[in-house]
């Protein structure tokens, strides 16, 4: 298993551009979450997913918008990218039965100028 | 609204000693209490949990120590290494409603000194 991946691993976007990133889960886990993490405020809840088709909003969801066509993959996409949202990226996923271990990917670093 | 407030926001501890984070939460529904351990360059990965139908837990140097009626739960690491050194966040797991959705706490950076 490979997991949960994200790709690309580092990204430098201009002020403006969009781009998405994407991240994949081999485990068949219903649930995939997106968050951010910053300096000194933790991982906070950006879109998360408990199945294809289904999407809701986390705690930060303004200028991201997500989507789950398939069980494997949730990718985010920055529509227009600003400097607030320079930032680590982290995919996560889990099963929906109680208790279940959440896993997180190894992580996208965006930097926007 | 921080729903679990985890404490200190930094550590630093000699090989050898005890390191100890504490996280203290709101929502009585929370029902799952993970830790989470991040590496730099890396993703947070699930050290220990807990239940709340118990007062503690051990894995190895890693004890939880659960207080329901506080609503506090703290993280115990014996004999703290270097290699220890890492960000640690406690979490929380509703039931119901809100199980779809962990909540953090803002995280400890431990630094263990040889």
């Known amino acids: 298993n490979a997991g949960v991946t994200q790709t690309p691993k580092f990204q430098v976007l201009k002020t403006g551009q969009s781009m998405t990133l994407q991240c994949a889960q081999d485990?068949?886990?219903?649930?995939m979450s997106w968050y951010r993490q910053d300096p000194g405020m933790g991982l906070r809840l950006i879109h998360y997913?408990?199945?294809?088709?289904?999407?809701d909003q986390g705690e930060v969801p303004n200028g991201y918008n997500v989507s789950r066509s398939t069980t494997e993959d949730f990718p985010l996409r920055l529509l227009s990218a600003a400097p607030s949202q320079t930032s680590v990226y982290f995919c996560?996923?889990?099963?929906?039965?109680?208790?279940?271990?959440?896993?997180f990917g190894p992580g996208t670093r965006l930097l926007v100028l | 609204q921080q729903q679990v407030k985890q404490s200190p926001q930094s550590l630093i501890v000699q090989k050898g000693g005890i390191s100890i984070i504490n996280c203290a939460y709101e929502n009585t529904a929370f029902d799952y209490f993970p830790w989470y351990q991040q590496f730099p360059g890396k993703g947070p990965a699930l050290l220990i949990a807990i239940r709340p139908d118990v007062s503690e837990k051990k894995e190895g140097r890693f004890t939880i120590s659960f207080n329901k009626s506080a609503k506090q739960f703290s993280l115990h690491i014996m004999d703290s290494q270097p290699g220890d050194s890492a960000t640690y966040f406690c979490a929380a797991l509703g039931i119901g409603g809100s199980n779809y959705k962990l909540t953090f706490g803002k995280g400890t950076l431990l630094t263990v000194n040889p």
């Open positions: 997913s408990v199945g294809a088709g289904i999407t």
């Open positions: 485990m068949n886990h219903e649930y």
């Open positions: 996560a996923s889990r099963g929906l039965g109680s208790r279940e271990t959440q896993y």
